[in-house]
């Protein structure tokens, strides 16, 4: 693994994120950032900001000597952030908070960390409740910081907080954290705290600036985690390459019932069809999507205004991007703003049907259709369905096309025991994390109780030719015992799955599969294969 470089602090770069700066290269902002500053010039609503470069990353693992600089550049940008805000980095009257996010210069979904809510503390509390008059949404964000402080800054494991709001949801009998009154957020905000000081032995940083170098080092240091070391190496990505820290002023998507936050697909990353595909929660913040621990809607409980805004936004970004996106977006109070785009992960059989209409519709070329297309293996794509008397055990929501058999693995470990014997599994988890990735390769499928569509897992599972299925409401494990119930029927480790990605089934034992080849779309490109070939 190479080793930090020792760079000058005062060659590393720090760009405007609403594009007083030009555009950067993806190389130095990263991705993330260099996306947001060009959707902002597209005058896409994206929330002011500043991205420490990718050269802070080798810069500031290289040693305290670099460190120094860190504090200062910070302070430097949130002072900029303020002016261009109005609003004030831990003030008592008019509080600035802050997203610190990664953004590497290629797509690494979920790989590394975020921090949201930074600036939140007693004082600033305060400060926010007077600006919004909504308590809920005050203790809502500060509870969410404390958590995402402990796993991401201190490596307190999540468990004890998640049991914390699972207690709080038995006691109130609500089923969901967005269900809970103030109070009770207020309650579990409280006792975040204490657990905080159980945890690490220290009271959670007030500080706005120590929460926000703090969580800046974390994020940078996420670089090199076990989950982003991994999928580098699945990849054949260099580890030189370094993340971008992109500080961003929060926008609240648990504001209130007009409020909510989404992670759309400006096509469908599973079958290629040009479609707006969108997870979509009421009353939280994006990390309750991506991150898979929750239960996620799709399209259909999506506001009517809001579908018809994001069909725009989504046409807008095909035409200037040049390809299918996968883009974040956060509602507070009415008022959508964007927090990402890249390019879409996709399926082989997306990525095929996604060249030929592009190309067809003229927004790319034949050539670069069949550029798009040159590490794919079209021979190996087929459309794979169940034909079974037998009625399925239960449904998920399908987030991975295709049909996937084998044993039921529910352990990453038990399903490499599976895959060593030549075996791949079914890997069936509550919910399954970016840090299962290890795991999610070596498995045929993948199926949870909680999570969407569009969880990081999700996205690199699908990226990975993985049939997926997420959300399944009949799924209880009982992860001691290694057994599972999905309604009626019971589960033991080893015992035969089967998944039907398209129709979001799921059955016993090992039925029988059709299969059948997307021919029309294939002979589009043999075409241009041999109209490449004679012009030559």
């Known amino acids: 693994m190479p080793k930090a470089k020792n760079v000058s602090a005062a060659r590393l770069s720090v760009f405007d994120l609403n594009g007083r ?29 500043f991205v420490m470069g990718t050269d802070w990353c080798a810069a500031v693992r290289a040693g305290a000597g670099t460190r120094l600089h860190l504090p200062d550049a910070l302070q430097a940008g949130i002072r900029n952030l303020e002016r261009a805000s109005g609003l004030g980095f831990g003030s008592a009257r008019r509080p600035l908070l802050v997203s610190v996010r990664s953004g590497a210069p290629v797509s690494m979904p979920g790989m590394m960390e975020t921090v949201l809510n930074v600036g939140l503390n007693d004082v600033s509390l305060a400060g926010l409740l007077r600006l919004t008059g909504d308590h809920r949404l005050v203790w809502d964000s500060y509870r969410r910081l404390i958590q995402a402080f402990a796993e991401i800054v201190a490596g307190v494991p999540a468990a004890p907080f998640e049991s914390a709001l699972e207690t709080t949801l038995r006691r109130t009998g609500a089923d969901v954290a967005r269900q809970l009154d103030f109070r009770a957020i207020r309650e579990l905000a409280r ?15 007030q500080d706005p600036f120590e929460q926000l170098a703090a969580a800046t080092h974390a994020v940078f240091a996420s670089w090199m985690s076990d989950k982003a070391v991994e999928y580098r190496r699945l990849n054949a990505l260099p580890d030189d390459l370094g993340t971008a820290v992109t500080v961003q002023r929060m926008v609240f998507g648990n504001a209130g019932g007009n409020s ?11 079958s290629g069809e040009n479609r707006l595909y969108i997870d979509w929660l009421q009353q939280a913040q994006g990390e309750d999507i991506v991150s898979g621990r929750r239960r996620v809607t799709a399209e259909g409980d999506v506001p009517l205004w809001l579908m018809q805004k994001l069909a725009q936004v989504g046409e807008s970004l095909e035409k200037n991007f040049r390809d299918a996106q996968e883009f974040e977006f956060t509602v507070e109070n009415g008022e959508l703003f964007m927090l990402q785009t890249r390019t879409a992960k996709r399926t082989a059989l997306a990525s095929l049907r996604m060249a030929v209409e592009q190309a067809d519709s003229g927004l790319i070329t034949p050539e670069e259709a069949l550029g798009r297309l040159s590490g794919i293996d079209l021979d190996a794509i087929a459309i794979r369905r169940v034909q079974s008397a037998a009625p399925p055990l239960a449904h998920a929501i399908p987030a991975g096309t295709g049909v996937a058999q ?103 034992d090992s039925p029988t599969v059709v299969s059948e080849r997307p021919e029309a779309l294939l002979e589009r490109v043999r075409r241009w294969q041999a109209n490449a070939l004679a012009h030559q």
């Open 21 to 49: 700066d030009g555009v950067p290269e993806s190389r130095l902002a990263g991705f993330k950032a260099h996306n947001l500053i060009r959707m902002a010039a597209l005058g896409l609503p994206v929330p002011q900001g």
């Open 191 to 205: 006792t975040y705290l204490g657990l905080y000081r159980d945890h690490t032995g220290q009271d959670f940083p």
């Open 260 to 270: 909510g936050a989404g992670v759309g697909f400006t096509r469908d990353p599973s």
């Open 406 to 508: 084998g044993p039921a693995a529910f352990s990453v470990k038990a399903a490499q025991d599976f895959a060593a014997r030549g075996t791949p599994a079914i890997l069936i988890r509550n919910d399954v994390a970016t840090s299962d990735i290890a795991g999610i390769a070596v498995v045929g499928g993948v199926l949870t109780a909680s999570g969407g569509r569009t969880s990081h897992a999700a996205v690199v599972a699908r990226q990975m030719g993985k049939v997926c299925l997420v959300g399944c409401a009949d799924l209880v494990i009982d992860a001691n015992e290694r057994q599972a119930s999905l309604g009626e029927a019971r589960l033991s480790e080893g015992d035969p799955v089967c998944l039907d990605g398209d129709a979001g089934a799921i059955y016993a």
